[in-house]
């Protein structure tokens, strides 16, 4: 629903109207009253208070949104890289999933159209491009992946240095149905999502920085999802005073993923192919999203919108889950898929046509 922009309060020297709500410029029609609010067969509108239930906020037309959400997700504590301690001969973590953890940006919009003083119709995209991250490891011949892989390759094992590298790409597009809970400050909604997650990781291994240089090898992975789903909300949009208003939202679903992983490593400076794997799984997975918000009218159609949001997304591959260590025929004939969550403050501007 549209941002309640409050124009003026509701009582017997306004006028009533079906289809926009309080209006200066028409007669009382017989009937309306602050006591009595509008009656059904008196020309006003039949949501009771000369509109109170809109809070005197045009109920017809066009309104949207626009902001940034600044999205923050990581990885697992699961061990990709390790390093060897002189000191207690024993192998250290040296790079987890979760060390590419970061903080970006991303835009989101949100089109909506009153249909009735009821029912309205919501389209709404969020997204961001890929992604990178990247990180140099750089030690005197101590760096290996984990065993058994490390041990049985050349280019894994002691090597000099190991760079590290992520790419993520996050779409998400929706369409929901809005209908307005008479006599309340809360709506529900009822629509369809699709959510794209593509990721790509690698690392990039150097046996020896003084000998051999240029002689490296790479283990990639790219790991890609598609889900598709229905999903039911709640809105919640309480007035705090004549300028603010809380937005709180709740949505829910169960979608289905189609997610895909491709696996490449090579070894000797990538002359010898270990591996070369596609795999493939569809899954049931839920996604919930809670968005904690408020609106603070700047003009009559323009609201300063701010707030936080948290984004689960189960069943989803992650690329780095998809590295394994292990060393034999079934190695990487899999997909891997755990919860991605998603969290970060956002802030932007709302308005009404």
């Known amino acids: ?35 009595s609010g509008c009656s059904t067969n008196s020309g006003c509108s039949i949501y009771n208070g000369c509109d109170t239930l809109y809070n005197g906020c045009d109920t017809l037309g066009l309104y949207g949104r626009a902001d940034a959400v ?8 699961r061990t990709l890289i390790q390093r060897f301690n002189l000191g207690t001969g024993d192998l250290d973590r040296a790079f987890i999933a979760n060390d590419f953890q970061t903080t970006r940006a991303t835009p989101r919009i949100m089109l909506g159209l ?9 389209g709404q995209y ?44 996050f779409h998400a597009a929706e369409i929901n149905f809005v209908r307005k809970i008479k006599q309340t400050n809360l709506s529900t909604l009822a629509g369809f999502r699709y959510i794209n997650f593509d990721e790509k990781f690698g690392i990039n291994s150097t046996p020896d920085l003084v000998l051999a240089p240029n002689h490296s090898s790479d283990y990639l992975v790219h790991a890609k999802n598609d889900l598709f ?50 795999e493939k799984k569809n899954a ?12 603070y009218k700047i003009t009559e159609g323009l609201a300063l919108i701010g707030g936080y949001n948290l984004l689960w997304v189960g069943d989803t591959a992650r690329a780095a889950d998809q590295l394994d260590f292990t060393f034999d025929a079934k190695s990487s004939h899999f997909v891997a898929t755990d919860t991605l969550f998603m969290h970060g403050a956002n802030v932007g ?5």
């Open 284 to 295: 049931a997975a839920f996604v919930g999203e809670l968005n904690f918000g408020g609106n």
């Open 1 to 35: 629903m549209p941002v309640c922009l409050i124009r003026q309060s509701c009582s017997v020297t306004t006028t009533c109207d079906t289809g926009i709500g309080c209006q200066t410029s028409y007669s009382l029609s017989a009937g309306c009253s602050t006591s």
């Open 70 to 77: 600044f999205w923050t997700f990581g990885g697992s504590d």
């Open 126 to 169: 969020n997204g961001f491009s890929p992604w990178k991250s990247s990180q140099t490891l750089v030690s005197n011949q101590l760096l290996w992946l984990p065993n058994p892989l490390g041990g049985a390759t050349d280019d894994y094992f002691q090597a000099n240095r190991m760079i590290v590298r992520s790419e993520t790409a």
């Open 349 to 353: 501007l709302a308005w009404n046509f």
């Open 229 to 278: 789903g229905g999903q039911l909300g709640l809105k919640w949009n309480p007035k705090i005073t004549n300028r603010l208003n809380l937005d709180i939202v709740g949505k829910a679903g169960v979608y289905g993923n189609n997610a895909r992983q491709t696996t490449w490593l090579g070894d000797d400076n990538n002359v010898t192919e270990l591996r070369n794997v596609s």
């Open 114 to 122: 009153q249909l009735t003083p009821i029912f309205a119709v919501e």
